[in-house]
């Protein structure tokens, strides 16, 4: 009956790449899969299931989709949108300009984003090639048949060797080992370097060959894909002559992950169950949601500002060109008469299409091509991160990475950082300190149990601990524990030699592990992060059965005999305070009966196919009670190199530093002291379970402890943030302390209340120089990053973690800054930049990211400037000719203007610019507050660069228009034309605007140079090549001669320069004046030092004096 039933539940199953069948598929649940693709002989019917192929596909694009995907997805940009509505408008309607002037920018900023894209695109090709193609061995009909491994199907057995990566989900089945045990390495997918270890099924661990291999008759029963990586049920039903079949129970001690290592292990056979895009690897590499920048909301909003200007100029036109021709000879002169057609056109479409014709002629003040430039910008830029030589560690042999270009900017206007403390703030390195036996404490190293032993606090014991206790302990400390012994044979079959390597899960284990005793391993009970505890059984070889158990103290204290708590307790305290990470010991007897029903109970609990994890986490807890305490643990973690400078520092720059850890809070206090977070002056207030416990009703409590704290900070601090800034170091410093349990009480409060403790929590978060939040899970950590990301004003978050914990809060703010640590590389991976060590986010966000900021909010700016210097002699030319929709300027300098003669000296400019030397940016933080708050594109700024090029447009056009007032320019008696006059204002125009970017260039390089000298220089010859000049067979147009005849008038030459100097006259006196204050403070400060000097030393004569004669008084 049970196999029937199973072949029933495959006819059911449907493959999940079928569309029709996805809600079938949800309903199911599980699936079935048969080992070697080997249905049972006794199976009426045989349906072959369909599952996902082993290709992994992380590229965007095909060669078939790429052109209409890619354009999609660019049109959906505002900027782009706009412009190809022009091009079609021009195309379209009878328009002033030629559609050549809108679309060959458009197709050149398209084709350069597509080209970018592309390759990055064809990068991801490639890499999905490495390992779709990459060799492994299947067995088939009993022997090891060699395939790419894009082809591995779901059932197939593969053969893994050591230090191979597996090429899909794997249920172990057998290794080289005798116990059916492998060693694997997961930091490509949670981050933790260390060795696990993965177990066979009893039934399997004798299958080590090839042939004995084809013979297994088994079907797997599992759940369907799932990202929890942490997570596997399933059953592995084995066949035999017998009829029952053997069912064996399968958790994620079975399952061998794609993309792990495997490690100590020569040579492993496993069953794929989950292939390709369905592996738990690919299934949590589904694509990040998108980050925008502060800078890219602030050219949305500039954009529209601009349209809306457009919009204006091109109204204005309209309406003042039919009052132009309300008067009849103004309508219809003599020299340009309408035809039939155009006087039967209504009247309305006709003010419609002058309008389009008018937003045509105007398009350019939107910069279409600022988009391509930012982009190149962000990309070329993000080198200088991972070419920078001080982020290099030669431990790991590695320097920064940069994961996403889009946000280099934000380095620069962040507010709050959120750091991990353990593997960030600390180097994840345990050292073995003491332990405490009953209250007895033990220091040094020792050889034996007979070592000098103290008594913590006031308490009466003797000077040691009772013997038995001391084995029992460190009994419990060889087995209680994950820890692998590798042996490294420096000769084939020379064990007397071998160098033994310690593997685990955990650091904190290493450190205390230091022999082993045989005992028969029964049971583990794996360590979670809820449970904060692992335990393990055990059986002596008298046949006792012992539970020893290790974890956290507040997870193991409410589980022991309450007398047994005071004596270690004290111990504990007082090396959290120390800043030690502390672990308590406990153990309990176990009776043969107990055992039994334990065994049942855990065997049916591993067993369950549905809510696994529920039944195991009820059964351990039923196990782990009524213990005895024996002692606690004490390791240390220490501080990272110069992590306590680079706090301060990151505090004297105007940024809120906050700790959110898992450790206890006496710990992670001790640690923040340690690193400067709290200094001695701060105030220390406290929301944790001990000061809420105080009273019976905790919300009662918290709300007044909220209460009273809030009016504290409130009276003491002013309302303005950007003066709060500066009161940190003018007022009592504050530093806030709360842990997980209190927050979940803030969070979880009753609606009106909850919302109402919120709202005083964040405000007394804002008081606080820093605040250390402890006993977090990396659920919470990712909830505090979302509680200050919608605070009013926006902040900008960073979070930089070096562990699988930190990923939720790295992935949840603004900026994500992995540590490249002992914990393996996943939060390196999901962050947006990565660095060595915590002391390198210094010169990170002090030095590449205020210039970042600066270099790309003056290139928004200049563009915006330019575009309407550009465009607004253009607006002023219709006044003049009639509102006729007349271009001043050729087609051929409205199609170059942004894409050949001003676009590389501003990407040069946004590359290369040092307004500071990054030595003083990194040595004075309080530049950073200068650029804080999105300063260089705010309103105030916006208006300077707009008021600025309304000037010289203005100066531009009526400077050329009354030049042209005299009647003859030339010797000859020749009088210039229009397009004379709008090469002219295009020619001042061209040079002003570049030579304003020399002005603002302080950091000159020979690329600078070439850049703006060479842009100048290919504009002259462009105009003498599009004039004719160079290239003669462009004689009929009608710029033909006009540059060259234009220069060769001495009055053109005087009023080109005059023009130039005028406009940039302003920029220049306000250099000076710049120039002229730093210069007189810099003489005063001079000044304040030298005076300051003369008035000390005065003071230390007479002291020496007076010292001198008293003595010789009392002599």
Same mark, same amino acid.
């Given at each position: 009956?049970?196999?029937?039933?199973?072949?029933?539940?495959?006819?059911?199953?449907?493959?999940?790449?079928?569309?029709?069948?996805?809600?079938?598929?949800?309903?199911?649940?599980?699936?079935?899969?048969?080992?070697?693709?080997?249905?049972?002989?006794?199976?009426?019917?045989?349906?072959?299931?369909?599952?996902?192929?082993?290709?992994?596909?992380?590229?965007?694009?095909?060669?078939?989709?790429?052109?209409?995907?890619?354009?999609?997805?660019?049109?959906?940009?505002?900027?782009?949108?706009?412009?190809?509505?022009?091009?079609?408008?021009?195309?379209?309607?009878?328009?002033?300009?030629?559609?050549?002037?809108?679309?060959?920018?458009?197709?050149?900023?398209?084709?350069?984003?597509?080209?970018?894209?592309?390759?990055?695109?064809?990068?991801?090709?490639?890499?999905?090639?490495?390992?779709?193609?990459?060799?492994?061995?299947?067995?088939?009909?009993?022997?090891?048949?060699?395939?790419?491994?894009?082809?591995?199907?779901?059932?197939?057995?593969?053969?893994?060797?050591?230090?191979?990566?597996?090429?899909?989900?794997?249920?172990?089945?057998?290794?080289?080992?005798?116990?059916?045990?492998?060693?694997?390495?997961?930091?490509?997918?949670?981050?933790?370097?260390?060795?696990?270890?993965?177990?066979?099924?009893?039934?399997?661990?004798?299958?080590?060959?090839?042939?004995?291999?084809?013979?297994?008759?088994?079907?797997?029963?599992?759940?369907?894909?799932?990202?929890?990586?942490?997570?596997?049920?399933?059953?592995?039903?084995?066949?035999?002559?017998?009829?029952?079949?053997?069912?064996?129970?399968?958790?994620?001690?079975?399952?061998?992950?794609?993309?792990?290592?495997?490690?100590?292990?020569?040579?492993?056979?496993?069953?794929?169950?989950?292939?390709?895009?369905?592996?738990?690897?690919?299934?949590?590499?589904?694509?990040?949601?998108?980050?925008?920048?502060?800078?890219?909301?602030?050219?949305?909003?500039?954009?529209?500002?601009?349209?809306?200007?457009?919009?204006?100029?091109?109204?204005?036109?309209?309406?003042?060109?039919?009052?132009?021709?309300?008067?009849?000879?103004?309508?219809?002169?003599?020299?340009?008469?309408?035809?039939?057609?155009?006087?039967?056109?209504?009247?309305?479409?006709?003010?419609?299409?002058?309008?389009?014709?008018?937003?045509?002629?105007?398009?350019?003040?939107?910069?279409?091509?600022?988009?391509?430039?930012?982009?190149?910008?962000?990309?070329?830029?993000?080198?200088?991160?991972?070419?920078?030589?001080?982020?290099?560690?030669?431990?790991?042999?590695?320097?920064?990475?940069?994961?996403?270009?889009?946000?280099?900017?934000?380095?620069?206007?962040?507010?709050?950082?959120?750091?991990?403390?353990?593997?960030?703030?600390?180097?994840?390195?345990?050292?073995?300190?003491?332990?405490?036996?009953?209250?007895?404490?033990?220091?040094?190293?020792?050889?034996?149990? !007979?070592?000098?032993?103290?008594? %913590?606090?006031? +308490? #009466?014991?003797?000077?040691? @601990?009772?013997?038995? =206790? $001391? &084995?029992?302990?460190?009994?419990?400390?060889?087995?209680?524990?994950?820890?692998?012994?590798?042996?490294?044979?420096?000769?084939?079959?020379?064990?007397?030699?071998?160098?033994?390597?310690?593997?685990?899960?955990?650091?904190?284990?290493?450190?205390?592990?230091?022999?082993?005793?045989?005992?028969?391993?029964?049971?583990?009970?794996?360590?979670?992060?809820?449970?904060?505890?692992?335990?393990?059984?055990?059986?002596?070889?008298?046949?006792?059965?012992?539970?020893?158990?290790?974890?956290?103290?507040?997870?193991?204290?409410?589980?022991?005999?309450?007398?047994?708590?005071?004596?270690?307790?004290?111990?504990?305290?007082?090396?959290?305070?120390?800043?030690?990470?502390?672990?308590?010991?406990?153990?309990?007897?176990?009776?043969? !009966?107990?055992?039994?029903?334990? %065994?049942?109970? +855990? #065997?049916?609990?591993?067993? @369950?196919?549905?809510? =696994? $994890? &529920?039944?195991?986490?009820?059964?351990?807890?039923?196990?782990?009670?009524?213990?005895?305490?024996?002692?606690?643990?004490?390791?240390?973690?220490?501080?990272?190199?110069?992590?306590?400078?680079?706090?301060?520092?990151?505090?004297?720059?105007?940024?809120?530093?906050?700790?959110?850890?898992?450790?206890?809070?006496?710990?992670?206090?001790?640690?923040?002291?340690?690193?400067?977070?709290?200094?001695?002056?701060?105030?220390?207030?406290?929301?944790?379970?001990?000061?809420?416990?105080?009273?019976?009703?905790?919300?009662?409590?918290?709300?007044?402890?909220?209460?009273?704290?809030?009016?504290?900070?409130?009276?003491?601090?002013?309302?303005?943030?950007?003066?709060?800034?500066?009161?940190?170091?003018?007022?009592?410093?504050?530093?806030?302390?709360?842990?997980?349990?209190?927050?979940? +009480?803030?969070?979880?409060?009753?609606?009106?209340?909850?919302?109402?403790?919120?709202?005083?929590?964040?405000?007394?978060?804002?008081?606080?120089?820093?605040?250390?939040?402890?006993?977090?899970?990396?659920?919470?950590?990712?909830?505090?990053?979302?509680?200050?990301?919608?605070?009013?004003?926006?902040?900008?978050?960073?979070?930089?973690?070096?562990?699988?914990?930190?990923?939720?809060?790295?992935?949840?703010?603004?900026?994500?800054?992995?540590?490249?640590?002992?914990?393996?590389?996943?939060?390196?991976?999901?962050?947006?930049?990565?660095?060595?060590?915590?002391?390198?986010?210094?010169?990170?966000?002090?030095?590449?990211?205020?210039?970042?900021?600066?270099?790309?909010?003056?290139?928004?700016?200049?563009?915006?400037?330019?575009?309407?210097?550009?465009?607004?002699?253009?607006?002023?030319?219709?006044?003049?000719?009639?509102?006729?929709?007349?271009? +001043?300027?050729?087609?051929?300098?409205?199609?170059?203007?942004?894409?050949?003669?001003?676009?590389?000296?501003?990407?040069?400019?946004?590359?290369?610019?040092?307004?500071?030397?990054?030595?003083?940016?990194?040595?004075?933080?309080?530049?950073?507050?200068?650029?804080?708050?999105?300063?260089?594109?705010?309103?105030?700024?916006?208006?300077?660069?707009?008021?600025?090029?309304?000037?010289?447009?203005?100066?531009?056009?009526?400077?050329?228009?009354?030049?042209?007032?005299?009647?003859?320019?030339?010797?000859?008696?020749?009088?210039?034309?229009?397009?004379?006059?709008?090469?002219?204002?295009?020619?001042?125009?061209?040079?002003?605007?570049?030579?304003?970017?020399?002005?603002?260039?302080?950091?000159?390089?020979?690329?600078?140079?070439?850049?703006?000298?060479?842009?100048?220089?290919?504009?002259?010859?462009?105009?003498?090549?599009?004039?004719?000049?160079?290239?003669?067979?462009?004689?009929?147009?009608?710029?033909?001669?006009?540059?060259?005849?234009?220069?060769?008038?001495?009055?053109?030459?005087?009023?080109?320069?005059?023009?130039?100097?005028?406009?940039?006259?302003?920029?220049?006196?306000?250099?000076?004046?710049?120039?002229?204050?730093?210069?007189?403070?810099?003489?005063?400060?001079?000044?304040?030092?030298?005076?300051?000097?003369?008035?000390?030393?005065?003071?230390?004569?007479?002291?020496?004096?007076?010292?001198?004669?008293?003595?010789?008084?009392?002599?």
């Amino acid at each position: 009956m049970f196999i029937a039933a199973l072949f029933t539940i495959a006819k059911i199953w449907k493959q999940p790449k079928c569309p029709s069948c996805a809600g079938e598929e949800k309903r199911v649940g599980t699936r079935t899969v048969f080992v070697g693709n080997h249905p049972d002989s006794a199976a009426e019917v045989y349906i072959t299931q369909r599952f996902c192929d082993n290709r992994i596909v992380s590229s965007k694009y095909t060669l078939w989709n790429f052109l209409p995907k890619n354009l999609f997805e660019q049109f959906r940009r505002i900027a782009n949108f706009y412009f190809l509505i022009i091009f079609l408008v021009q195309v379209i309607v009878d328009t002033p300009t030629s559609p050549v002037t809108s679309g060959l920018p458009l197709f050149f900023v398209i084709t350069v984003t597509a080209i970018k894209q592309g390759y990055e695109d064809w990068l991801r090709h490639r890499a999905d090639n490495e390992v779709n193609k990459k060799t492994v061995y299947i067995i088939e009909n009993a022997k090891r048949v060699r395939k790419e491994s894009e082809k591995i199907k779901v059932g197939d057995v593969v053969e893994v060797q050591a230090d191979e990566t597996f090429p899909c989900d794997l249920i172990l089945l057998s290794s080289c080992t005798s116990d059916g045990t492998c060693y694997v390495t997961t930091a490509s997918l949670d981050g933790e370097s260390n060795c696990k270890t993965h177990y066979a099924v009893r039934d399997t661990i004798g299958l080590w060959t090839a042939e004995s291999i084809d013979t297994l008759r088994a079907a797997i029963e599992c759940e369907q894909p799932q990202p929890d990586l942490y997570k596997f049920v399933g059953r592995i039903n084995i066949y035999s002559n017998s009829i029952e079949a053997v069912a064996r129970s399968l958790g994620p001690e079975n399952l061998l992950l794609k993309g792990a290592t495997l490690k100590n292990t020569k040579r492993i056979y496993g069953v794929a169950v989950y292939t390709g895009m369905e592996t738990k690897m690919a299934l949590n590499y589904q694509g990040k949601s998108q980050k925008r920048s502060a800078v890219e909301k602030s050219i949305n909003a500039f954009l529209i500002v601009y349209l809306f200007i457009l919009l204006a100029k091109a109204a204005v036109c309209t309406t003042l060109k039919y009052v132009w021709q309300s008067t009849p000879y103004n309508d219809e002169p003599w020299y340009n008469q309408k035809t039939q057609k155009e006087r039967d056109t209504l009247k309305v479409l006709k003010m419609f299409t002058d309008f389009l014709s008018f937003m045509v002629l105007f398009n350019f003040i939107i910069p279409v091509s600022m988009y391509v430039t930012v982009e190149m910008q962000k990309f070329l830029g993000s080198f200088f991160i991972s070419w920078d030589k001080d982020f290099y560690d030669e431990e790991i042999n590695e320097g920064a990475l940069v994961n996403t270009s889009d946000l280099n900017e934000e380095l620069g206007q962040v507010d709050y950082i959120f750091t991990d403390k353990t593997g960030t703030l600390t180097e994840n390195s345990m050292e073995f300190i003491e332990c405490c036996i009953d209250g007895h404490k033990y220091e040094g190293v020792t050889h034996d149990t !007979d070592g000098l032993s103290q008594t %913590d606090g006031p +308490l #009466t014991y003797f000077d040691k @601990a009772d013997k038995n =206790r $001391e &084995e029992l302990f460190l009994r419990a400390l060889c087995l209680c524990h994950t820890v692998e012994i590798k042996t490294n044979d420096a000769v084939d079959g020379a064990t007397e030699a071998a160098e033994l390597t310690y593997m685990s899960s955990s650091p904190d284990e290493i450190a205390l592990v230091k022999g082993a005793t045989k005992y028969e391993l029964l049971h583990t009970l794996n360590f979670d992060s809820v449970r904060r505890r692992m335990s393990v059984i055990v059986k002596t070889q008298a046949g006792d059965i012992l539970l020893f158990c290790k974890g956290a103290d507040s997870a193991v204290f409410p589980r022991v005999q309450n007398h047994e708590i005071e004596p270690t307790k004290v111990h504990v305290e007082r090396n959290a305070v120390d800043g030690y990470r502390t672990l308590c010991v406990a153990f309990k007897e176990i009776a043969p !009966d107990d055992y039994e029903r334990i %065994d049942r109970q +855990l #065997t049916e609990a591993k067993m @369950a196919l549905q809510d =696994r $994890e &529920e039944k195991m986490e009820k059964t351990f807890d039923d196990i782990e009670r009524n213990m005895n305490l024996i002692g606690a643990t004490a390791v240390e973690d220490k501080l990272q190199d110069q992590a306590a400078e680079t706090i301060e520092a990151l505090h004297a720059a105007g940024l809120k530093v906050w700790v959110l850890t898992g450790d206890k809070m006496e710990t992670a206090k001790s640690t923040c002291y340690a690193c400067r977070l709290f200094q001695t002056s701060t105030e220390l207030l406290e929301l944790t379970t001990k000061t809420i416990e105080e009273s019976e009703r905790k919300e009662d409590r918290l709300h007044e402890l909220l209460r009273d704290y809030h009016k504290k900070l409130v009276h003491e601090f002013p309302k303005s943030t950007r003066s709060l800034k500066k009161a940190w170091t003018e007022h009592q410093e504050y530093g806030l302390i709360i842990d997980g349990s209190t927050l979940s +009480l803030i969070l979880n409060s009753s609606q009106d209340s909850g919302s109402n403790y919120k709202s005083i929590f964040l405000q007394i978060c804002m008081k606080c120089t820093a605040v250390l939040c402890c006993r977090m899970a990396p659920l919470q950590k990712a909830q505090i990053v979302r509680m200050v990301k919608n605070l009013k004003g926006s902040p900008i978050t960073l979070s930089i973690g070096d562990g699988a914990n930190d990923v939720s809060m790295i992935l949840e703010s603004h900026v994500g800054i992995g540590i490249k640590g002992k914990e393996g590389r996943q939060a390196a991976r999901n962050s947006d930049y990565s660095v060595p060590k915590f002391k390198h986010l210094k010169k990170l966000l002090l030095a590449h990211g205020h210039l970042y900021y600066v270099r790309i909010a003056h290139l928004v700016q200049y563009f915006f400037y330019k575009n309407l210097c550009f465009i607004l002699p253009q607006f002023l030319y219709q006044f003049f000719c009639g509102f006729s929709q007349q271009p +001043l300027y050729d087609a051929a300098y409205l199609t170059m203007y942004n894409i050949c003669f001003t676009s590389l000296p501003i990407l040069a400019y946004s590359l290369l610019e040092q307004h500071i030397n990054i030595d003083t940016l990194t040595s004075d933080p309080r530049l950073y507050m200068k650029i804080s708050g999105n300063a260089m594109l705010q309103l105030g700024p916006f208006l300077y660069w707009t008021l600025l090029a309304v000037f010289e447009g203005t100066v531009f056009f009526f400077g050329t228009y009354f030049l042209f007032q005299t009647s003859s320019l030339e010797e000859n008696a020749k009088v210039y034309g229009n397009w004379t006059f709008g090469t002219i204002v295009f020619t001042v125009l061209v040079f002003t605007v570049t030579l304003k970017l020399a002005l603002d260039t302080h950091f000159w390089t020979w690329i600078n140079h070439f850049v703006i000298w060479g842009s100048l220089a290919f504009y002259v010859f462009f105009s003498f090549f599009w004039g004719g000049i160079i290239w003669p067979f462009l004689k009929q147009q009608r710029m033909y001669f006009v540059f060259a005849q234009m220069l060769s008038s001495v009055s053109t030459w005087l009023a080109i320069v005059l023009l130039i100097f005028i406009s940039l006259f302003p920029e220049i006196l306000l250099i000076v004046l710049k120039n002229v204050r730093r210069r007189s403070t810099r003489r005063n400060l001079s000044r304040k030092k030298a005076s300051d000097s003369l008035s000390a030393r005065p003071s230390v004569r007479p002291l020496l004096l007076r010292t001198f004669s008293d003595e010789s008084n009392i002599l």
